[in-house]
């Protein structure tokens, strides 16, 4: 990265607390999350307060933010929970809220005092010129969570201005809407994108009517999935102080690894880009990914067209539908055993057994999944670039083909992401000062680089030792024995009286 530019904050979403976790573990600077109400991703696992208690405890010892994402519009007989809920959160000690509602924002401001924290302008505001930026800082906002359809160019001249800190996405799914201010949502849904509730529109299918004549019906409203990884240099150029992953509804293995890649990508120690993108379109990705708004308009070829949800990655083409095959007594009665031989494209993935594949009948407008589940067996083909498959799952009835293979779980790379959920990888180092002295109780001192200080003292006095006297050496062992705490020792000054007996009860 440009080392005249400070490095960005790396923000990750935490829709859940095992995602909050991983998101820690693999880098993340800050995380946003939501309680149960208000927050624009309802249909996320979200947090209860004192879920959001536990989870800012777990973050700040760890030395990561926590923004609230109270993200929602407030009817007038909401509005007063909505208040409230914005105060308690503050003084519990959320590091931001992020609204969008202006109305909020503006009584917040009223008794700032209340609300020690920052306040961040939601994308929903559409924030794109440096006037919406002064409008924004007269109303008390630290940061402006720009619009996502500006350009590097754009954001650059916006973060150049200097008039506040600017945060831009860096990964995740689009919205056709202006920065996800959806109406349609509302109409052919009846759920309000703005309230939490998106129906999403934009992933349905749609045909074009004109003098009596319509297109067949395709998904001509849903774009790609955005992924900056192969410019994140780039964009971490623009003077952009925030670089936010998209993906509260996402899982824990999808959080690990987006916010692993794009640390790593920050830090300079990202190896392989483009298998990077590949892991991450594996655990989720429509299609392959596009570079949204970076150097214009949303290339045309960036909408997925043909299917709205994860497709996974492509294998190849099957040379016929599946063939049925007996099924075991033990197999569940849904469940089907199935075999197919199938020509795999050049780059395809390998697959091995236990992979989730899924089969779809690759119709002239989209993909209409005709089977899938998981692999039993590859058999090597008698011709190059061919296999003999069989697997468990299920199996629809037989399309008009033509058939293709596309690899949707790997479980080696799913199980490799989710490990940061248990032991601790983020190491606060801390400095330690352990003294113990003849008829006095012996005591540690921990400090951070924050300044933080804890101490701890044994309940009774250090005695003299009548064999076995405690050393220097026998102390630093087991005082360095931090295990899974979020802990490692920077520096520890020992004053150890000789001759003392210090049980390594007291120690621990």
């Not at 008794?111 to 794109?128: G, I, K, N, W």
């Not at 049925?324 to 089907?336: A, E, F, N, W």
Request: aromatic residues 8%; neutral net charge.
């Amino acid at each position: 990265m440009n080392p005249d530019v400070p490095a960005p904050e790396l923000l990750a979403p935490a829709g859940s607390f095992a995602c909050l976790k991983v998101a820690v573990q693999n880098g993340a600077d800050a995380v946003y999350l939501g309680l149960k109400t208000g927050s624009a991703r309802m249909g996320a696992e979200n947090f209860t307060f004192e879920e959001l208690e536990q989870a800012l405890r777990y973050a700040h010892i760890r030395g990561v933010r926590v923004y609230l994402a109270l993200n929602t519009l407030f009817f007038e007989e909401t509005f007063e929970t909505g208040y409230q809920t914005a105060k308690k959160a503050a003084q519990l000690g959320v590091d931001a809220l992020i609204l969008q509602d202006l109305g909020l924002a503006a009584e917040i401001g009223k008794s700032r005092r209340d609300f020690p924290c920052e306040l961040h302008a939601s994308t929903q505001m559409s924030v794109y010129n440096e006037e919406g930026l002064h409008f924004l800082k007269n109303l008390g906002f630290d940061r402006c969570i720009a619009a996502r359809e500006l350009s590097l160019a754009e954001i650059a001249q916006l973060c150049s201005a200097g008039i506040m800190d600017v945060e831009v996405f860096c990964h995740g799914a689009l919205c056709m809407a202006i920065s996800g201010q959806c109406l349609l949502s509302s109409f052919i849904g009846g759920r309000s994108g703005n309230r939490g509730e998106c129906a999403q529109p934009c992933r349905r299918k749609y045909a074009l009517i004109e003098d009596g004549l319509r297109t067949p019906y395709a998904y001509r409203l849903s774009p790609a999935d955005f992924a900056s990884l192969p410019w994140l240099r780039q964009l971490a150029g623009t003077g952009a102080g925030s670089l936010k992953i998209e993906g509260r509804l996402k899982s824990p293995a999808y959080v690990a690894a987006v916010t692993r890649y794009y640390r790593q990508a920050l830090d300079g120690s990202v190896a392989d880009i483009p298998e990077k993108l590949t892991e991450l379109r594996l655990l989720f990705g429509r299609g392959d990914f596009t570079s949204g708004y970076l150097f214009g308009k949303l290339p045309a070829g960036d909408i997925t067209f043909r299917s709205a949800g994860r497709l996974g990655l492509p294998c190849g083409r099957l040379k016929e539908f599946p063939s049925r095959l007996p099924v075991p007594d033990t197999l569940p009665q849904r469940l089907t055993r199935f075999r197919f031989s199938v020509r795999f494209d050049s780059d395809a993935h390998p697959l091995k057994a236990g992979d989730g594949v899924t089969i779809y009948d690759a119709g002239e407008t989209e993909y209409k999944a005709a089977g899938g589940g998981t692999v039993n067996s590859v058999k090597k083909g008698k011709t190059p670039q061919t296999a003999d498959i069989t697997a468990v799952g299920t199996l629809g009835a037989r399309g008009k083909g033509p058939y293709l293979l596309f690899l949707t779980d790997d479980p080696a790379l799913r199980e490799r992401a989710e490990q940061t959920l248990t032991g601790e990888s983020k190491k606060i180092p801390v400095r330690m000062l352990f003294s113990a002295r003849s008829g006095e109780k012996p005591s540690l001192q921990m400090e951070d680089a924050d300044g933080n200080l804890a101490l701890a003292q044994a309940a009774v006095p250090a005695a003299r030792a009548q064999h076995a006297p405690a050393t220097e050496e026998s102390v630093r062992k087991q005082l360095t024995k931090l295990g899974d705490t979020p802990y490692s020792v920077e520096t520890l000054q020992i004053d150890l009286e000789p001759d003392l007996f210090l049980p390594v009860s007291v120690l621990n």
